[in-house]
């Protein structure tokens, strides 16, 4: 950073400046030339429109904050003053509640993006983690957003996410208490989800930053997936994309605020224009929409992880162990074959067998224990299953690079990706419909099946694809697709 | 691409947040003037709505977030606004000596509450709370729907089987269908001086348009300033898609 070459600028007041803190080149490198690759298409405007949304969240909401009074007795009330008496107070808190929602739009869409494109693969695994960060610094921010106004969701909604915590053996109680300021929700609470719902967007942005940094060391992925060469590939960030990320912005924009207008509680529940109250539990608690998926999998898991299903498990995986053909499992077993089953005189193939046959032998004898003298007991109490399986989820999401070691990016060039990926995408629109359902009737499959399909689609299909999804030719170049694309048309 | 992709995302979100909440049988879809981007509250029946609710809510419900100014909405004059006010009979205090005292209401008063508290309330109503209606159509999905269904939704026994208490009605749109408010409108109750039909519906249909306006005064406004913003909007899109279109114009991707 320190000196650099750096051209002398003409303005004498930019020069001055520029030559004791070279903002201006900086900005004229990172985003006047800034080699961007030519063939993006409209979704990596959403990189662009996320960052329009988390300034507009963080401007509405000093703006609000000015108004707002945290405290239980007096929030639901000056919430209403907004809405009524503050000038413009009503547009303010529209555009904000509103905004969360567009806010998780466009990063849904971005991760979409990601994941499609293989943007997430080597060089920009880093990029990808700290976007990961983001997004779960968003929900942290979004969940105590939404207890702000004290209505009866959001008691309910913070009563019963915090309560998850309880589920962490040993210190879990000591979490919610801290959580609380107390022993249930009530005005600790609140001062502190307002003070933490205050510092969170700064904390984001900063880690913005990071991840813009990161995207500019590695520069941008793109529709193909393969690397830029040189400048018949890219062209200068200025005027491509920031003119044509100005007209994505614009079209987001009229999305978003003709449901701030027109519509602007229809993403929020109406539970939450009643003021909380401690004595009246809603008929049906629910998170925003953009939890649901998340909240759909915490609920899936309904059942305690006992001895026995560890037994059924065990005999399960021992069977598939045996029955898989050997080159599928090679990797493990070439592990194994240093262990000391090994040093004994069995080859990998040996092993395979043997591994099987001691899980199915472990397994039956644990389910014959149990048959014969009722021993069993619990491992992991379905509560804390469920949070496990919450956070999990996301957890896949910061493994993904390492999950994913096939070489090429793009869904384009990976059809068995493609397809196991949109089947994922459905898959989250149904987690999504299960977590706004009653959690009864066929939902409680429905979520667990799509709860299976979640964690199948990383633990199973992505390293499956590893081994067995052909490697594809691709282009050598993008400008070399580009010209062979525009060939086709004439 | 972009709007369809956004626009399933949106149409997949709706109906989640739609489908929350409710119960009891399906609402009745009312035509209001309010609806789409260019609705407005009708004045005549906002007016004929506050003359139900000042005659016939206000006796069990408060509406705590109104004040008597934020009438002159409805169409009413300062004066009228004032000698609205001075009907009712508003304690204010501690005066120069300590005493509360009584007063004629103002216009930046709130609007009078029926009872002290909710224990009074509940004591009156055998139980039950009369809700605040500043926001109850904001508070219930399809919430002027809802409003206006509840009132014109009682029917005179419960079905056979069901067994109600005494203080307990039935009522088609009510969550469990039992409810502790007796129906509260009926034909030739109030007397409307513009000549309007006095019968349930009518009541009915008067008293939800007044029940929107209190939950969303600024909507009016609100859609206004949206139709230009959206307005700008559009245009500076248009322009913003052309400059885009220009500036690529010699590049082959």
């Known amino acids: ?490 | 691409m972009l709007r369809v992709i956004l626009l399933i995302g949106a149409l997949a979100v709706s109906p989640v947040a739609h489908a929350a909440g409710g119960g009891g049988e399906k609402l009745p879809n009312e035509h209001w003037s309010f609806e789409g981007p260019f609705g407005t509250y009708d004045r005549g029946a906002l007016q004929r709505g506050y003359q139900i609710y000042s005659q016939v809510c206000s006796a069990c419900h408060s509406m705590k977030y109104l004040s008597y100014r934020n009438l002159s909405a409805l169409g009413y004059s300062p004066d009228e606004v004032k000698a609205i006010a001075s009907q009712y009979t508003i304690i204010d205090g501690p005066d120069d000596e300590g005493e509360m005292f009584e007063r004629p209401g103002k216009p930046s008063d709130r609007f009078k509450a029926p009872y002290a508290n909710d224990n009074a309330a509940k004591y009156v109503n055998n139980g039950a709370l009369p809700p605040d209606l500043s926001l109850i159509t904001k508070a219930r999905p399809n919430g002027a729907n809802y409003v206006y269904g509840l009132l014109t939704g009682y029917e005179d026994h419960a079905p056979e089987g069901e067994e109600l208490a005494t203080g307990q009605y039935w009522n088609k749109y009510m969550d469990g269908h039992k409810i502790a408010m007796a129906p509260p409108l009926a034909d030739e109750v109030v007397a409307y001086e513009d000549g309007s039909a006095t019968t349930l519906d009518q009541y009915a249909r008067d008293v939800t348009q007044f029940l929107t306006w209190a939950a969303e005064p600024e909507m009016e406004v609100r859609k206004r300033t949206g139709i230009k913003v959206l307005l700008f909007l559009s245009i500076f899109a248009f322009i913003m898609w052309r400059v885009k279109k220009k500036i690529w114009k010699n590049v082959k991707y």
């Open chain 1, 1 to 490: 950073m320190a000196g650099g070459t750096r051209e002398k600028l003409d303005n004498p007041v930019m020069e001055w400046v520029d030559s004791r803190l070279p903002i201006f080149t900086m900005m004229q490198k990172e985003y006047g030339v800034f080699p961007t690759p030519k063939n993006f298409n409209y979704f990596w405007n959403f990189g662009a429109i996320a960052m329009v949304m988390l300034v507009t969240m963080i401007i509405t909401g000093i703006t609000l904050a000015m108004h707002y009074v945290p405290h239980a007795d007096m929030a639901f009330d000056s919430v209403e003053r907004i809405m009524r008496d503050v000038n413009h107070g009503w547009l303010l808190r529209y555009l904000h509640a509103n905004g969360a929602s567009f806010f998780f739009i466009a990063v849904y869409i971005h991760m979409f993006r990601g994941m499609y494109y293989g943007s997430y693969k080597q060089p920009r695994e880093l990029l990808w983690i700290l976007g990961v960060v983001i997004f779960l610094l968003m929900m942290a921010t979004a969940f105590m957003g939404y207890v702000l106004p004290w209505g009866q969701m959001s008691f309910w909604g913070a009563t019963v996410i915090t309560n998850l915590f309880s589920a962490i053996p040993l210190v879990g109680d000591s979490i919610v208490t801290l959580l609380w300021g107390g022993f249930s929700v009530d005005n600790p609470t609140l001062t502190r989800f307002f003070a933490l719902h205050y510092l969170m967007p700064f904390v984001i942005f900063a880690v913005v930053f990071l991840h813009v940094w990161a995207l500019h060391i590695t520069g941008s992925n793109n529709p193909l997936g393969v690397d830029a060469k040189g400048k018949q590939d890219t062209l200068p960030f200025h005027p491509y994309y920031t003119m044509k990320d100005a007209f994505g912005i614009l079209v987001f924009l009229i999305i978003y605020l003709g449901y701030a207008f027109f519509a602007p509680n229809d993403l929020g529940h109406p539970d939450n224009y009643i003021p909380a109250n401690p004595l009246v539990t809603p008929s049906h608690i629910v998170p925003e929409w953009y939890f649901l998926p998340f909240y759909a999998i915490l609920r899936a898991i309904t059942f305690d992880v006992d001895l026995v299903l560890v037994a059924v498990g065990m005999v399960a995986l021992g069977v598939a162990f045996i029955a898989t053909p050997y080159k599928y499992l090679e990797s493990i077993l070439k592990m194994m074959e240093k262990s000391f089953l090994n040093f004994l005189g069995f080859s990998a193939k040996n092993i395979k067998t043997l591994k099987g046959v001691g899980l199915i032998t472990l397994g039956l004898a644990i389910l014959l224990n149990y048959f014969l003298n009722d021993f069993n007991f619990t491992i992991i109490p379905a509560k804390l299953g469920g949070v496990l399986a919450m956070f999990g989820s996301i957890a896949m999401l910061f493994a993904l690079p390492f999950i994913d070691k096939h070489p090429v990016r793009s869904s384009r060039f990976r059809p068995y990706y493609k397809a196991a990926f949109l089947i994922f995408v459905a898959n989250a629109f149904v987690l999504g419909i299960c977590g706004g359902k009653p959690a009864e009737g066929f939902w409680v499959p429905l979520s667990q099946l799509t709860t299976a399909y979640y964690y199948a689609f990383f633990i199973v299909v992505l390293p499956i694809l590893n081994k067995k999804e052909p490697v594809l030719e691709l282009p050598s170049s993008i400008n070399e697709a580009v010209l062979a694309k525009n060939k086709d048309k004439k």
